[in-house]
């Protein structure tokens, strides 16, 4: 199959992980911005984590540095619509982009300004090119609870608007979502989507308490639910979705190399499993390769891939309307 023309749906990807590295150049030469080169080649090795990363927490220090040029609203309108523009360009139909408020309020910035940059920028993409896209707001779990809060009350008047869904993300610690059940029952009852961080560093308990504790809806990744029966079974059961991205996982050492990604296992056992980027940048990858790693592996079929875009389809944070055009893209499968 050639995924490059195949229609696709992204459900998890990152705004800061996703940035052009000839963009940073561009905005950190006109706003003098110190980077540690101006060489896109160097730049990109600044950027991109290599596949032998020893964890989670060295994978994220590749975020430092896109966030310095994403302090304006400018900047961050710019940059997401370049990210829809580039994922348009492999014909991903539908995209859902992720990002934290927090980090971008360093020179001043509201969260309201910064959450409506981004959809403005999204909003562009979507006028000028095949796609459809909605935002998930991103709580930091190492940050407070009222920071959550925080995010939760300033994102609720874009509820609808371009905004969809709240989610917790970084470093993942064992029984995190303690801590957030309150900022995320909020949360549900103004109307959010809610889709968690959990089981991407070796604890699939945590997938558990994010479905049970904070109604998660979509698990952003859930690779250790095969660790935790008990996870495992109330994914199953209850077909909350996964949203996978496996050279992020084999970065971040979630599994060690490819071939030992469960996705395919869990798709055959009857759980819900989507592809995704994570990171276009930090990654070094597109939808389109993704999916090609997942097909290499684990000899992904028409029929196996029809049914992972139905997935996508189906536990995508977008309305009827939009839901029922990305079916008729099947028919292009």
């Known amino acids: 199959m050639n995924f490059t023309i195949l229609p696709k749906i992204e459900l998890h990807c990152h705004l800061d992980g996703s940035v052009r590295p000839e963009t940073i150049i561009d905005i950190a030469k006109r706003e003098g911005i110190s980077l540690p080169s101006f060489d896109k080649e160097k730049i990109k ?10 964890s989670l927490d060295e994978y994220l220090k590749r975020f430092s540095i896109p966030n310095l040029v994403m302090q304006s609203k400018e900047n961050l309108k710019r940059i997401s619509f370049e990210l829809f523009e580039d994922a348009a360009k492999e014909n991903v139909k539908y995209m859902e982009v992720r990002f934290a408020p927090l980090l971008h309020t360093r020179k001043g910035l509201s969260v309201v300004e910064i959450i409506q940059s981004v959809i403005e920028g999204m909003r ?21 609870v009222v920071s959550a809060f925080e995010v939760v009350e300033k994102g609720k008047a874009f509820l609808g608007k371009g905004v969809v869904a709240i989610d917790l993300c970084a470093s993942e610690e064992e029984g ?9 029952a909020l949360a549900r009852e103004y109307g959010y989507k809610v889709t968690i961080h959990a089981g991407e560093t070796g604890i699939g308990q945590n997938v558990l308490e994010a479905v049970e504790w904070l109604g998660a809806e979509r698990i952003g990744h859930g ?4 660790d935790c029966e008990k996870a495992y079974k109330l994914v199953k059961e209850k077909q909350v979705v996964l949203e ?13 190399q490819f071939s030992e990604h469960p996705i395919s296992d869990f798709h055959r056992d009857g759980i819900k ?15 389109a390769k993704e999916c090609d790693i997942v097909s290499n592996e684990f000899a992904m079929s028409a029929e196996d891939y029809k049914q992972i875009y139905m997935n996508s389809v189906e536990a995508a944070f977008a309305d009827e309307g939009t839901k029922e055009k990305l079916k008729k893209y099947l028919l292009d499968i």
């Open 45 to 54: 090795e600044e950027l991109i984590a290599p596949l032998d990363c020893e």
């Open 124 to 144: 562009e993409a979507e006028e000028e090119f095949d796609i459809k896209g909605n935002i998930i707001l991103s709580c930091m779990r190492t940050m407070s």
């Open 176 to 184: 995190f979502c303690e801590k957030f059940i309150e900022p995320i």
């Open 223 to 226: 690779v250790f639910i095969k």
């Open 244 to 256: 996978m991205c496996p050279t992020s996982n084999v970065q971040t050492k979630a599994v060690n």
């Open 273 to 287: 499993v989507t592809v995704n980027t994570d990171n276009r940048t930090v990654s070094d990858t597109t939808m």
